[in-house]
């Protein structure tokens, strides 16, 4: 499962509808927070993501993408969390996390750690990678990619059993890559199990003008979720406040060759009605989606 | 009109129909609000409270009662506000609001006041005044009396008319205290006005233990809404934390003589069904009711 639950979909307005930035991702039971915008923690509650998990990312310091960490970490202690907590973060996080504690009389249940990132950096977790790449906003910037690690081969029962192979444990031991015999012949993995399927890819580039980078960090994914806050209309705008117009998203989209495209952080203007940004944006790439809150997503294999 | 709010009704563990703290108070078209937990801008969305009231009274400095600041004041500015906005607390408010706006990238467009009050301090205002006072919690934290001013006594027309006064401006002079003349007759404003009429009176306690000086703080008012947040059965915990049961509010309440008496801060224990709360504390105080989000209440004159 590579499950994506979309708790803030706003922009740095929030509206009745649209919470700031949060979006909780859950792949094969390991799940983590990207940004945190006020209120984060209700939204979680309202979508019954739990708080276990280890990590929150956060993309940049702006106030809409963090001030749901100081409620929400004290909820965390309330509920007499032990396990330590991690705050990634681009430049300045010793910073705000300072700022944010120092808001608080209470002391935590638990520990947290806070790490400072920058482009290339790579984050290892069981089943996945985050890895990080600069974006484009006036404040320093990053995204995430969450990379799933390689997956087995496809087995071909069809081949097994003309290479005399009963299926049972022999299939389990060529899948993971060992020879089995079968009398005295020695049938090696490759004879029956295809090559290495690349895991699954998401994007999440937070606010960000488009750029050759972001289309770098986007190549192939399967999903990514890009700032696509204004319609082209406000092309100005979105150079002037350093995000990006649907139109520049679904570009983006298109060059690095995604699977799925949706768009995040949406402008007040078009909280209620974000039919024009998907106008435009399907214009230009056809499987595009507007975020909204609790919304989710299940990000399939696309082998 | 006097008109009270409720934007957020929980206690420091939010849940999915309970915000943390904030009332909004509209009193003849002068508004504020009162404490300002996370997620109050949204909420104040919600109730289409508008933002242009003039200052937020804060009762204490625990992260539920404060933390919608930073998103607020960054909407606000986002909005274009002009007219500085008032940030009332007790001690340490410098500290918390030079850490608030350090949590922040941007330029706010209009002026913060910030103003630290104790006990016995009073805020002038056209209409009313806000007099503080102090309450039993574990940190530095104040209660806030909304007292409006004196209203003008009541003008009895068949006397006017004994006397030979015709409606009309003569009236109005009267009741505004003035003489009148009746050919060379002098008619004095207390032979046809009675005399003045107290204005209403709303209290907010904030967390607290029941008190002497609450109920000192709170004699004869309209509306106390006060810190009920437990059953009787969690006495022990209220003494510890610092609260009240809603058995204590309706006890203050009571020797208060107050005329009605709302609980807030409910515990997340009792967040979907309050029914005990409300039922220990009518057994007390008759006239009691169990706050909830976005209820509004209107304070009548009582003469």
């Not at 792949?27 to 984060?40: A, Q, V, Y």
């Not at 139109?247 to 209620?272: C, F, Q, T």
């Not at 507007?290 to 399939?300: A, W």
Request: proline fraction near 5%; include cysteine.
């Amino acid at each position: 499962m590579l499950r994506v639950i979309f708790l803030g979909t706003g922009g740095a307005l929030p509206t009745v509808n649209r919470n700031p930035p949060a979006i909780f991702i859950n792949i094969k039971g390991e799940s983590m927070l990207f940004d945190c915008g006020e209120g984060t923690q209700q939204q979680m509650m309202r979508a019954k993501t739990g708080m276990a998990f280890r990590s929150i990312f956060i993309t940049h310091w702006h106030g809409d993408h963090f001030l749901g960490i100081p409620g929400l970490i004290q909820t965390m202690s309330f509920q007499g969390r032990k396990k330590p907590l991690e705050i990634i973060g681009p430049k300045h996080i010793d910073r705000f996390i300072s700022d944010i504690l120092s808001l608080c009389y209470y002391r935590l249940s638990f520990d947290l750690k806070i790490r400072e990132v920058k482009a290339g950096d790579i984050i290892e977790r069981s089943n996945h990678v985050i890895k990080v790449f600069e974006t484009d906003h006036n404040v320093p910037s990053v995204g995430y990619i969450l990379q799933e690690h390689e997956r087995l081969g496809k087995f071909d029962p069809g081949r097994a059993i003309e290479l005399g192979i009963r299926p049972g444990p022999l299939y389990s031991r060529l899948q993971s890559g060992k020879s089995v015999f079968v009398g005295e012949k020695e049938i090696k993995p490759d004879e029956v199990v295809g090559p290495k399927r690349r895991g699954r890819k998401v994007v999440y580039t937070g606010d960000t003008r488009p750029s050759a980078k972001v289309i770098k960090a986007s190549r192939g994914a399967d999903l990514l979720i890009h700032d696509g806050m204004l319609l082209g209309a406000l092309a100005d705008w979105a150079v002037e406040s350093k995000h990006s117009t649907s139109i520049e998203a679904a570009n983006d989209a298109k060059d690095a060759g995604v699977k799925k495209l949706i768009l995040m952080h949406i402008s007040s203007r078009y909280s209620d009605d974000p039919t024009p940004l998907l106008r435009e944006a399907k214009g230009i790439f056809e499987n595009t989606e507007i975020s909204r809150d609790f919304m989710t997503v299940e990000v399939p294999y696309q082998d």
